[in-house]
């Protein structure tokens, strides 16, 4: 089967005042393998939820894992790993909480990274996912 790519966007529309045109996609389907590109405060149509608020960036970010997931043939149950980048400490119970609510007792394995910046500064929590669809 030959990969199917979700949602394909050019970064310039994510990215005005930096000069990067890449093509990508929001997620891709290798066989019953779904990655998803990571999730941040931008809603799907490229408008921007949480200035300033790590825990509605979160929010936003895990409701875009569960339509991006649906569109590629998952479910947030098949979530097998899940990374979480934030810019500050502080951030990280808050953001937790969220993820957790959103995940329920799905129980994927897990890394969290405090970083000193992501893509844009308003930026403050990145979601990365991979699942598995069970054969």
Same mark, same amino acid.
């Given at each position: ?32 393998? !779904?990655?998803? %590109? ?5 809603t799907?149509? =490229?408008?921007?939820?949480? +200035?300033?608020?790590? #825990?509605a960036q ?39 909480? !969220?993820?957790? %609510? ?7 394995? =897990?890394?969290?990274?405090? +970083?000193?910046?992501? #893509? ?16």
């Amino acid at each position: 089967m030959a990969h199917q790519r979700f949602r394909r966007f050019n970064t310039g529309l994510f990215y005005k005042d930096q000069d990067i045109k890449n093509e990508m996609c929001m997620a891709v389907r290798a066989g019953n393998l !779904v990655f998803l %590109r990571g999730q941040t405060g931008f809603t799907l149509d =490229g408008g921007f939820t949480g +200035v300033g608020d790590a #825990a509605a960036q979160a929010d936003q970010a895990m409701r875009n894992v569960k339509v991006l997931l649906e569109e590629a043939g998952a479910k947030m149950e098949h979530i097998c790993k899940i990374t979480t980048y934030i810019t500050d400490r502080a951030f990280r119970e808050p953001v937790y909480q !969220v993820i957790g %609510r959103h995940l329920g007792d799905i129980a994927p394995v =897990g890394t969290g990274l405090i +970083v000193s910046g992501l #893509a844009l500064p308003e930026m403050l929590v990145e979601i990365d996912v991979d699942a598995v669809i069970p054969a």
